[in-house]
């Protein structure tokens, strides 16, 4: 479960300027075209780049039934974007996110046992959407991060956050527990962090998540967007193929018994890179020292 916060009618918000000034364009339900859509915006400053926002900022962009269904129906289209490179995760507001909507949690609390499996289950479900995103994720974190935005903050591959930006796993105040978040919090900061931060619902800094490996770049508030920017670029200079298959192989790999069908595994995945086509642009245009095709 996530913290709560208080719920209005989600108004677009246009202040925030794309780290590509990019506009948008009004979108429709559960579409991956550019727009906002139940508290969610979508924007794609260039072909190889799209950018996902939270949306709500005037409830600190908590999650509703709603926002979750968009972010799992964005995040399955993005991912099946052939000329998609990397994907931004960001928020409009004085925070990244709250945790769960108040008026959602009280609709929740008169809910069956059964009613409560089903919509835990939708959440559970986006989280492992965006974890599993074939084209890498990196989580602009300007603002508070607290309860299910740390499951957010989690499944980024990159994350980059305010040096001012506070984090919690605030749900044991609540007499609730991290559950759907866990798998991904816990693989973020690491289970002695985790073990201590989710039974006391402290809060912990940018620079504690940094230090815990969690966040990978601090930088200050003014500075957060060039940083993104930064490493958008860095990204879209990459193999477009070797970027899915990169972060496909840490999914795999991660936790495993280093036996003999892992080791043929990974002998099979970079052989298969090495006679691809991509893969041989990519050597011959470090031999003869010119651009790859792919560099845009």
């Avoid at 006391?200 to 770049?217: D, K, L």
């Amino acid at each position: 479960m996530t913290t709560p916060a208080s719920s209005d009618k989600t108004m677009p918000n246009t202040d925030h300027p794309s780290p590509a000034n990019q506009g948008t364009a009004q979108g429709t339900a559960h579409s991956a075209e550019p727009g906002t859509v139940h508290g969610v915006e979508l924007r794609r400053p260039s072909l190889h780049v799209a950018e996902v926002w939270l949306n709500r900022p005037e409830v600190r962009n908590a999650f509703n039934d709603q926002v979750i269904a968009q972010l799992t129906a964005c995040f399955e289209k993005l991912s099946q974007d052939p000329d998609l490179r990397v994907i931004v995760l960001a928020a409009h507001g004085k925070a990244f996110c709250a945790g769960a909507d108040l008026n959602w949690m009280r609709t929740m609390s008169t809910y069956s046992w059964e009613e409560n499996r089903a919509d835990a289950q939708k959440l559970a479900q986006m989280l492992w959407t965006l974890d599993q995103c074939a084209v890498p994720v990196i989580g602009r974190v300007q603002g508070d991060c607290y309860a299910g935005g740390m499951g957010l903050a989690s499944v980024c591959d990159v994350l980059v956050a305010s040096d001012n930006v506070t984090f919690c796993l605030s749900e044991a105040r609540l007499g609730l527990l991290p559950a759907t978040i866990s798998p991904y919090v816990i693989r973020a900061m690491g289970t002695q962090a985790a073990r201590r931060y989710m039974v006391t619902a402290e809060r912990f800094s940018a620079a504690q998540a940094n230090a815990m490996g969690m966040v990978h770049e601090l930088c200050t508030p003014e500075g957060l967007d060039a940083k993104v920017a930064e490493l958008v670029k860095t990204l879209c200079a990459n193999g477009p193929q070797a970027l899915r298959v990169c972060k496909r192989l840490v999914q795999d790999v991660a936790g495993q018994v280093i036996s003999e069908s892992l080791r043929k595994d990974t002998a099979q995945r970079i052989a298969d890179v090495r006679a691809s086509a991509e893969g041989k642009e990519g050597l011959q245009s470090f031999l003869q020292k010119r651009p790859a095709q792919w560099t845009l």
